[in-house]
């Protein structure tokens, strides 16, 4: 089976699963066998930048990829909010009060770190087993959570046209237009997210990306393709050497006690060759996370 991932620059106005979509027939047309293929968070409709893409058992490292580190480039319009909290919303209130630099500089301390976050109504939030975007479209009423989710850092980058940029460094899970409306909140105004690029989602990072124009005028994209290993990298690694019955018995589930294990997720290979993501046990015994062969 084949199993990689793409680093793909998602463009403006389209959904994450249209962008996969259409890179999966970019592939099966150049010849690509094609068994399983998603993204590693999406990115609103109207934003663009980084979209992880992987293939085959690659989909299974969502949960165990060590790097969910986003950074964004984003622009917020305050005075005003929309019914999505970004420019292609319908707006749904105005308020009259001015902002000033000095003011969403004093408010972002209170905005970093571990917070609790609601997420947008129109978002792709399960809500008993509904998108809430769906909910939100079709006038339901419903309620989410908050979440907590962490925000390393806002660096306030100054004014862009009537707006305020920002580039923001945070968690996996979090929702930039729900920071420019909190972030409008602490102020005393409304905001919403009139812009949003995704410059790095874990290991990918924007200066590596390419759009899917990019990828359809390549003969091949033998070259583009990055390793599970490489995109794991930032785990410890434990690889059995000459020790064939060893081996054996962990490919066929066996729990093992091996010297030396490290503690937590570990790179697991046998001779050099990568096999999966693995723990140890409460006793301390080999224990699979995530196979990969």
């Not at 968070?41 to 930048?49: K, N, R, V």
């Amino acid at each position: 089976m084949f199993s990689a991932f793409l680093n793909l620059n998602k463009s403006k106005g389209m959904t994450s699963a249209k962008a996969v979509a259409k890179l999966k027939h970019i592939l099966l047309q150049k010849g690509y066998k094609i068994n399983k293929i998603g993204h590693f968070g999406t990115l609103d409709p109207d934003g663009e930048g980084v979209l992880p893409i992987a293939i085959g058992r690659a989909t299974r490292l969502f949960d165990i990829a060590p790097d969910k580190e986003k950074i964004y480039y984003t622009e917020f319009v305050f005075g005003k909010t929309t019914d999505t909290l970004d420019e292609g919303g319908t707006v749904t209130e105005t308020c009259g009060k001015s902002t000033t630099e000095e003011e969403i500089s004093a408010a972002i301390p209170s905005l970093t770190g571990k917070i609790r976050q609601l997420p947008p109504l129109y978002s792709a939030k399960s809500v008993d087993g509904r998108r809430a975007y769906e909910l939100a479209r079709a006038g339901e009423k419903f309620e989410l959570k908050e979440k907590e989710v962490e925000i390393y850092s806002i660096d306030f980058l100054g004014k862009a046209g009537d707006a305020f940029a920002f580039r923001v460094r945070c968690s996996a899970g979090t929702y930039i237009r729900s920071l420019a409306r909190d972030m409008a909140a602490e102020v005393g105004t409304l905001g919403y997210m009139r812009y949003i690029r995704r410059e790095k989602s874990g290991f990918f990072r924007l200066e590596t990306a390419k759009t899917l124009e990019e990828f359809s005028s390549l003969k091949n994209l033998d070259g583009e393709f990055v390793d599970m290993d490489d995109v794991l990298s930032g785990l410890p690694e434990y690889s059995l050497n000459d020790n064939r019955e060893g081996a054996r018995l962990i490919l066929n589930g066996v729990p093992l006690k091996l010297a030396g294990l490290p503690d937590g997720l570990f790179r697991f290979k046998i001779d050099g060759k990568l096999q999966g993501v693995a723990e140890k046990d409460g006793d301390g015994a080999f224990k699979w996370a995530v196979r990969l062969i």
